[in-house]
């Protein structure tokens, strides 16, 4: 299938890399230079990527972005070809979504919001989780794409359902880590390590999958990004006007969203979201290694 695949960050560049593996043509387009992806043709602007594709498929940072890569200038939306699909792997406002598939719609294309969730190394070995709003007659058409980028997909409803469906996990992963955090802030304090500390989490009701992913990262106080702070706070604000719209209160996740504020003010941005621990630690007297 011929494949315009745009934004190479820490996700994409993976994905872009799998799409050649599964037999895919595939032209590339990022905002900055950045390494090429092997087997991959670049295009010097997302119109030109786009030209003769049979699939776009997006992941950049925020709704901004999107909007200005499918729509600004010199953007896909001036060689989308009749019949085409537009995948959005991007995290971005499920109201904005709704608006951006309209658009696409009225030039003859079609949009598909296709969020994965799975982080760095999970995109880097093809095992990517996609959650999927959109025609049912798309998703089909790009399923050979989602098997050489991921393992699972889950079509949620119909347009800006995938999206809305993203934001709901990224609220529980946010949370679930920050408690994961706290606690062993709070075990440090009194004197229970995290080395003795995880054995018994893993043992019991209180083990989850985000909790397994990240332990071995924060045992070492690594937190090169898998997923940075800034982006999970991108998405927490994301949650927040949903919620806002839709008349929900969430006052768990702003007191979370406080804290990522915070961090992301001590210049912890560019790190992945664990560095929030970084806060944590430094507030209760902590030496951080």
Known sequence: MKVAFLGLGIMGRAMAGNLVKGGHEVTVWNRGAGAPVEGTQRAGNPEDAARGAEVVWLCVSDTAAVEHV??????????????????????????????????????????????????????QNA????????????????????????????????????????????????????GFAEAITLGAKLGVSLD?????????????????????????HDFTPNFPLRLMLKDLKL?????????????????VEEIYDLASEEGHGDLDYAATLLLLEKWAGLKTQ
């Open 127 to 178: 095992t990517l989780i996609f959650i999927l709003g959109g025609h049912e007659a798309s998703i089909e058409k790009i399923q050979p794409l989602l098997a050489a980028m991921g393992t699972q997909f889950f079509r949620m409803g119909d347009t800006g359902k995938g999206q809305s469906a993203k934001l709901v996990m990224n609220l529980q992963i946010a949370m679930i880590y920050e």
């Open 70 to 123: 499918v729509f600004g200038l010199r953007g896909v939306a001036g060689a989308l070809a009749p019949g085409a699909v537009l995948a959005d792997s991007s995290t971005i406002s499920p109201a904005a979504t709704v608006k951006f598939a309209e658009r696409v719609r009225a030039l003859g294309a079609d949009w598909v919001d296709a969020p994965m969730t799975g982080s760095k190394i999970a995109a």
């Open 196 to 220: 003795s500390l995880l054995p018994l989490i893993q043992a019991s009701m209180v083990r989850s999958g985000v909790i397994d992913y990240k332990a071995p990262f924060v045992q070492k």
């Open 239 to 255: 949650i927040l006007a949903a919620a806002k719209e839709t008349r929900v209160k969430l006052p768990g996740l702003k007191a």
